[in-house]
């Protein structure tokens, strides 16, 4: 029954956007228990208005609305299991009127309630489940492919959701398998209303075992269909796996020139055990332009940046790719709210990135990258090019990932702190700073990625070891050796809670007269590294100064002799030969707002970072207590927690880092980096690992 139809026809007349539609106060629901209210709530068309008063209001355009809802009520709890639901009473009360009417005026109603009354009654149950047509797997294989109707149990309430997530993972365990063309041939569902029981009945048709036949491209346009048949790389005489094809969906759109890619199999009309490959794709923009914004904000560490990034696909013909990156911006030590700022000055990165794919076959890519850095840091700030030269293979399905590549850097240093300069004869050994900086080494890495996806990951391991030599024959003025293993996992616990781990440890091994130079060294802290610390803040540390101040030579002074050092930040990180750092985090889906998760995190991190191999020569600076080897017994430990926020842009994550340990200036001998500092702070884009 509806009690203001009348009125509000009166008032409104027929047509649904005139002036004085009612705006919807609250929606309630009576009787609905078995089932989460706010489900039944988004299956029907009238909304209630939001509690935000900036937000726009939601208006019934006409009581009829009210009206369809109930059978939308109703086809919603049948899908649930409930097939003998009702919804008897609809019923629409005034909230609020207009009191300020001319007395002769009809009655102008402003607000409405509208409330649904649900008769749920009782739910159909399952009592039988039978998969017929698995006779030619054999027995292990049809106890495999029956768990996948694990979703359907004698007992539980027969919902329509889990009954088609069944029927399709029932098909994808005997693709798994090889079946290219599986498929049901019969699904019977025999419900008896009155008894509120439900016998499922399911015949699977396996076909035959298929291998993979040959690729058909289709849809293009300007690509070359031979060059994209090659990087398809479609693995002809293999056994069938859907996650070959899912592969290759993926390397075809990391090209960047489709808007869509469609990969599936078809039936070989010769030979029904051969499961051909249709690719079909849509080509996009061939050049592209984008501009965007980027920050980073810690307690010891303020930047802002801008971004240009062009991209030219099909450049020179092919799938060649040049990419074009103009990022300027403006960085603060400590930050920018500090009175006083110690370091402060612009950012520029420009970059030209070239990829010729396939050079050595498919799934490699030959990629060339020449840059021109402006930077600051801590103790220094820099600019000049670089180039890089590299090439890189994956192999099983992009599970294994090899690459290498030759990398030069040519860098003016200017505003160096007097620290580095105290001392020439000990500005390269200790401190790997020369000027000009010369910098060439070749760099090898090898992955194995088993990750469910390599962004936002839920579930896999991933391992890599990265190498490092530089020397004469690099063109570099640094002799060394770099090595540095790393183990990320990630372990789903229900739908919305991950456990994430990493683990990576760092050397470098120095030979010659010079030490390690002062941009490959080891440096943690910030929000992709130890959260404890700020950026690059968890290092072997010196002190800045001059001589005015009462340090006669800035290298050699050992910060532990001036506690107020950190609050005056002259100390200086210069990075170590030697690194360890484990994480631990727990990540929990809270809410979803605006279709995106809001995620609260809690972590644990442990690390350290040792003194530079060559942080003192000739005994001159052995008052400087800091190790120069890891010690696991005295590792910095913080524990602490953070809110992500995903978007189309990436993860936006806000980390709080508290620190257990370590926090006196020095402690059973060892000088501590940043002592007091126990909290730190981190807003940044992007998952940590």
């Known amino acids: 029954m509806l009690l203001l139809a009348i009125a509000l026809v009166g008032s409104t007349g027929c047509h649904s956007k005139g002036p004085h539609r009612p705006w919807i106060h609250k929606v309630y629901f009576h009787g609905v228990r078995q089932i989460k209210e706010k489900e039944v709530r988004a299956k029907i068309a009238v909304q209630q208005s939001s509690w935000f008063p900036l937000l726009p209001k939601k208006y019934l355009d006409h009581p009829t609305m009210a009206e369809v809802d109930r059978e939308r009520i109703a086809t919603y709890y049948q899908t649930r299991g409930f097939f003998s639901t009702r919804v008897p009473k609809v019923e629409i009360t005034t909230y609020k009127k207009n009191l300020k009417k001319p007395p002769s005026a009809p009655e102008h109603i402003v607000a409405v309630d509208v409330h649904y009354t649900v008769a749920e009654g009782e739910p159909t149950r399952i009592t039988k489940v039978t998969v017929d047509g698995l006779d030619s797997l054999g027995q292990d294989g049809q106890s495999a492919i029956r768990r996948a109707t694990s979703g359907l149990k004698v007992g539980q309430r027969f919902e329509h959701e889990p009954y088609l997530v069944a029927k399709d993972t029932l098909v994808r365990q005997l693709q798994k398998r090889g079946y290219a063309f599986a498929r049901i041939a019969s699904a019977d569902v025999a419900v008896d209303r009155d008894q509120r029981t439900a016998e499922i009945h399911l015949t699977a048709d396996a076909g035959r075992k298929a291998t993979i036949g040959e690729a058909n491209i ?45 990969v599936e199999s078809v039936a070989n009309t010769a030979h029904p055990d051969i499961a051909d490959v249709q690719i079909a794709v849509s080509e996009g923009k061939h050049r592209e332009l984008r501009l965007g914004v980027g920050f980073g904000i810690e307690s010891l560490r303020t930047e802002v940046h801008a971004e240009a990034l062009y991209t030219q696909r099909r450049f020179l013909g092919g799938l060649r790719t040049l990419q074009l990156t103009l990022q300027p911006g403006y960085a603060a030590l400590p930050a920018v709210w500090s009175n006083p700022i110690y370091r402060h000055g612009p950012m520029l990165t420009f970059k030209a990135d070239f990829t010729q794919p396939d050079v050595l076959g498919p799934r490699s890519a030959l990629n060339a990258t020449l840059s021109y850095d ?172 001059t001589p005015n101040e009462g340090y006669p030579i800035p290298s050699r002074q050992p910060c532990s002799a001036d506690p107020s050092t950190f609050a005056d930040f002259r100390r200086i990180p210069i990075g170590g030969d030697q690194m ?64 992500r926020y995903r978007t189309i842009v990436g993860t936006i994550r806000f980390d709080l880092g508290v620190r257990l340990n370590r926090l006196d200036t020095i402690e059973d001998g060892i000088e501590n980096p940043d002592p007091g500092s126990r909290i730190a702070y981190h807003i940044s884009i992007g998952e940590s690992f």
């Open 374 to 545: 402006l930077g600051l840091e801590y103790a220094y700030q820099y600019h000049g090019p670089s180039l890089r030269i590299g090439v890189n293979r994956s192999f099983w399905d992009d599970r294994i990932r090899l690459g290498v590549s030759y990398n030069f850097q040519f860098l003016d240093f200017f505003s160096a702190d007097p620290s580095l300069l105290s001392d020439p004869q000990e500005t390269g050994s200790r401190f790997g700073y020369v000027d000009p900086y010369r910098l060439g080494y070749l760099q090898e890495q090898v992955a194995l990625d088993l990750r469910d996806r390599p962004v936002d990951a839920r579930r896999g391991f991933y391992l890599a070891l990265l190498a490092e030599q530089g020397g004469v024959y690099a063109g570099s003025a640094f002799d060394y050796q770099k090595l540095m293993p790393e183990a990320r996992g990630y372990i789903p616990l229900g739908q919305r809670v991950i456990i994430a781990m990493r683990v990576m440890f760092g050397q470098i091994f120095v030979q010659g007269d010079l030490g390690s130079p002062i941009t490959q060294r080891f440096y943690l802290g910030g929000p992709n590294s130890h959260r404890g610390f700020t950026y690059n803040r968890l290092s072997y540390q010196v002190c800045s100064g």
């Open 218 to 262: 289709q849809g293009t346009v300007h690509v070359d269909a031979a060059a994209l048949k090659k990087h398809a790389a479609v693995p002809t005489g293999d056994s069938y796996r859907p996650e070959t094809l899912e592969g290759i969906q993926g390397r075809l759109y990391s090209l960047g020139l489709f808007s869509t890619v469609r």
């Open 580 to 643: 360890l750092i484990g994480q631990f985090e727990l990540r929990v889906n809270l809410v979803r707002l605006f279709d995106n998760w809001l995620t609260l995190a809690s972590f644990v991190d442990a690390g350290d970072v040792s003194a530079p191999h060559n942080s003192c020569t000739g005994g001159s600076c052995s008052a400087i207590p800091y190790p120069s080897s890891l010690d696991l017994t005295k590792l910095h430990v913080a524990v602490g927690g953070g809110l």
